[in-house]
């Protein structure tokens, strides 16, 4: 909390736990947009308890913005439980489509090997684009789509982090 | 179980909590429970702008200490409220606003006076209640006066559709309720307890730094304990005004841009600063990054969130300030015994009292804010209620007029809201109708909400309005002289209104003094008069406010003006 020397761009998973209904996406993003803070990803769903939903929000913030992010989301009265997860004993997993563009046979066949080493699955084959899925964490994603950026990605959507802490802690 | 309508609810529900009065206009979206207020064991008080109602139900729940109550219709109704919302908001104060809505069904379709206000209002309430049915209004009303009132408190909206107003069914009063995620912290935290007591053992130079959260909580003999016991200094922040007899022997007064020229010499001086129920404020400190250095801070306050948001400190005692002093004066007075009065830091705050008192001139003119603010101390009761209007006369407010009864002076000091006094200083009159009840105020700031006037004499609220008049935005003026070479823009009112005839106008009165005996005589006048009395007194629109902590210094960048 009060450490002097705080290193900065650190990458957080922060999970909360939120009452389901209506407003709470709201309430949280319009807190995050005015105390400034920067938010990577946010995923929002349900859970084991049909009125809680779960947040998870990733984050490069500085130890100090993220004291206060923590701190800010407990004070929301719609926010029930908030933690940072610790990266190291956590599952977290994003999935993204990758749309590229591959008309020539070569193309193609690369793409697909790719595809298949990174335990991808082929959604959707066209005349002239295949589309990818890729389930993992954020760096994989990203080491994923540097290696096909070159043949042209058409159009991308990433989910954002889903986290849960491993075992039986939370 | 009870067959009644969603409006009826609403008032019983209120009345269930207490409430005794509420501030209000009404509009097409909350007919059904203007309707609902005939025969009501409310009492209503008819507004002349949404603004004021807000304000009022601060003014009220700042001296009552529980939720003011105010009521506005949809649209343009709810927005003139969510200046006083976020008033209130900004100085933690316990308002429920309850807001007209157009039916479920127009909802979303643009409708006539139809307004978002739970989105317009998110960023300046605790919380916010939007009932579908009318069953949920019971509960709903409940939870808005707990969440409210308790923790830090703040205000909280409930908007309610129309038709969810008109819709009639059985309700249920629940007696407790709970949600799941509030829960405010009420005892003192002990986990760090032992290390404040040693830091503060240690300490050769310890100050209180007292800000509004010892108003809020109450903690006003808690906080006299401490002092007495460690025999130091105390200061507040411009909120924590009042929270300290300020004619205390050791009393310094606030701190802050516009604060006493010896309270912020001697914070810095300081070694050890206990921050009670204060946030770090810009107002109060100046730069984040050079207040404190080199000093142990110990902060305490009910709100976790404001641990380290403006500044780092060495101990965090997270609680309800009063519980948390209470503990450690306990803890304190196992390991010292009382200190004596004749000790070098408090011969420090005597030879800085003394040579400030000495250095700082008045500005020379028969009346001065001064001289004025002097003089109303010297008739006012020690329990008189006494708030402020914001600018110079805020400041001067600030400056030279002494709090003696803990808890008797308040003002718009987060948000700074102009406008805000004299409304305000209604409601406190309506929490305590037997106290005198002053607005210190500027003209500029008294312009935005004076047809407040109407209310006062009509629903008898006879307040003063101590108008401090230089026909001038004169703080704005201020800074132009000292920042922008005396290049005057927008300043200027011109002698317009004339607030003599404008009292008269309303039916109040208007007295105009010319000399420090006739604003004598016009302040007893007005303390025994039933109706509302402004006083016009004339200030030199060249009287600037000093001492003056230019905004992005810090507090040793202090200009006394002298």
Redesign the interface.
Known sequence: ????ATQSGSWYIVTAL??NKP?VL??VT?LFR?RNFNIESITVGSTEQKDLSRMTITTNSDE?TL??LV??L???????EVKVLDTEKTVYRELALIKMTAVDPTTRSEIINYATIFRGNILDIGKETITVEITGTPDKIDAFKNLVEHYGIAQLSRTGVSALPRGVEL | MVEMTGAKALIQALEKEGTEIVFGLPGGANLPIYDALVGANLRHVLVRHEQSAAHMADGYARIKRKAGVCFATSGPGATNLITGIATAYADSSPVVAVTGQVPLAMIGKDAFQETDIIGVANPCTKYSFQPRVATEIPEMVKKAFYISESGRPGPVLVDIPKDVQQATADMKFPDLIKVRGYNPVVDADLSDMSRAVALLVKAERPIIMAGGGVILSGAFSELQALAELLMIPVVTTFKGKGAFPENHPLAMGPIGMHGHAEANKIILEADCIVAVGARFSDRSVGRFDEFGKGMSIIHMDIDPAEIGKNKSVDVALVGDVKSSLRTLVKLLAKKIAKRSADNPWLKRRKELVQYYAETLKDYPREITARKSLKKLRELLPANGIVTTEVGQCQMWASLHFDVISPGTFFSSTGLGTMGFGFPASIGAKAAAPKVPVVDIAGDGSFNMTENSLAVSVLDKFPVIVFLMNNYMLGMVAQWQRTFYNRRYSGVHQHSCPDYVKIADAYGAQGIRVGSMQELDKAIKTAMKSDVATVIDIPIDPDEDVYPFVAPGTGLKDMITGA
């Open positions: 909390m009060a450490t002097a939120v009452e407003g709201f309430r319009n005015a100090k004291d206060q701190k800010q407990r004070k929301l009265i719609d926010v029930v």
